[in-house]
């Protein structure tokens, strides 16, 4: 299958599909074309989230195919499936915390959907037509609003 134009300034296809957990399992993490154009929308609004930190945006998680999405343990409605939600930290901006609260306060200006702040390790962040602006924390303790 072939991938339309990312139409990115900061982020690369490569970024996006990169899954350790395709690779060791041979799993196809190829999105269909109606998921690549949200990734677009998703890229895009990446970017502007990536020019107001003014440091690198190190992804750890973008898009997962449902196989791939079960493998690493997500349930199959997970905004990552849709290529609307992307996992990732920026350590020359600061903790995941820091990152985190820089951009709970600028929830609407962004059109963020979810944030969460995730076993403080990673921020998790997803867009959507109709964003919810919902900031939780995830960790060993359960959910909550952040
Ligand atoms: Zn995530």
Redesign the pocket.
């Known amino acids: 299958m072939s991938l339309i134009d990312l139409g990115s300034k900061y982020f690369t296809w490569a970024e996006v599909l990169a899954s350790q957990t395709a690779a060791r399992r041979g799993l196809d993490n190829t999105p269909e074309d109606e998921t690549q154009a949200t990734i677009v929308q998703t890229a895009k609004h990446m970017d502007a989230v990536r020019a107001l930190l003014g440091t690198p945006v190190l992804v750890s998680?973008w898009f997962r195919a449902l196989k791939v999405n079960t493998a690493v343990g997500?349930r199959p409605t997970?905004?990552?499936v849709k290529g609307e939600?992307?996992?990732f930290t920026s350590p020359k901006f600061g903790s995941v915390e820091a990152v985190f609260a820089f951009l709970k306060a600028r929830m609407v200006d962004f059109g963020i959907d979810q944030l969460?702040l995730?076993y403080g390790a990673?921020v998790?962040i997803?867009f959507t037509a109709t964003p919810r602006h919902m900031a939780l924390t995830i960790d060993n303790k359960g959910t909550r609003a952040a």
Do not use: K, M
Request: proline share 0%.
């Open positions: 998680s997500s997970s905004q990552h939600a992307l996992d969460i995730e990673w998790h997803s």
